[in-house]
Each structure stands twice: as structure tokens, then as C-alpha cells.
């Protein structure tokens, strides 16, 4: 059986994503493992500690990786998504932090989502199922 265990996410400045997706999202840390000039970077859910783990990589300062965020950005594609029990909650009290949004929650099928910019070149959906 095959397991997702890990998995990862691009940015171009590990503490600024760091501050983030701890402060403002409320993962916790769960590697932080200095590798020469980066670090082996992961949070996790406070609700699941030992569930999938997100990497945080240093690699969109190469050329080639953030040209592919941008591009990503600018079709409006999520890098990544997280599921939450309440959208509307989170919205309201993630908006409140200060996170930008591209639009409030919406119905989209079997689930309702919203999609947030991460400050570090990412978007980011949330959603709830319904």
C-alpha cells in the first residue's frame, strides 16, 4: 500500500513561510534540521501531529521553480490544499490575521473552498467537504 506521508511546498524564504503557515494557519513545526545554508523545514496539523507531514522548501529562488509558481499564480491553481471542519470560520478568522484571499468561500461541488495567498508566491485552497 502506498502512503502519502510527505509532501512539499516551494518558497523562496523559509522563515517568512515559517511565520506563516505556524502563526497564521496554526501547523506546528515538526522538522527543523539545519542543512548548510537551508533547513529540512516541515509542519504539521496540531489535530495530527503524526499525520502528512508539508515541507517547506527553498526552491523557489531557482529561476526555473519560480517561474513555474508564477505561472501557477497567474492560472489561479493551488499549489496545495487543506481540508478544514468549518470554511466559513477560517475565512473570517484567517481574513481577521490579516491572509488574502481571493474570494470569500464558495460551493464547488462536493465541496465548499476558498483560495488564500501564502505571502510566498503560493496559492493555497481550503475546503470544506459538504
Known sequence: ??????????VPDQDKAER??????GFQVKQNIPMGPVRWLSVVSPADPNGVELSIEPGSTKPEVAA?????????IPWTAFEVD?????????????VAFRGPPADMGAVRAATLNDTCGNLIMLYQTI
Not at 500500500?1 to 516551494?10: A, E
Open 20 to 25: 506563516f503557515y505556524v502563526d497564521k494557519l
Open 68 to 76: 513555474f509558481q508564477a505561472w501557477m499564480v497567474e492560472q489561479g
Open 86 to 98: 468549518d470554511i466559513d470560520a477560517d475565512y473570517e478568522r484567517l481574513t481577521g490575521l490579516g
Open 1 to 10: 500500500m502506498i502512503r502519502i506521508k510527505l509532501t512539499s511546498i516551494s
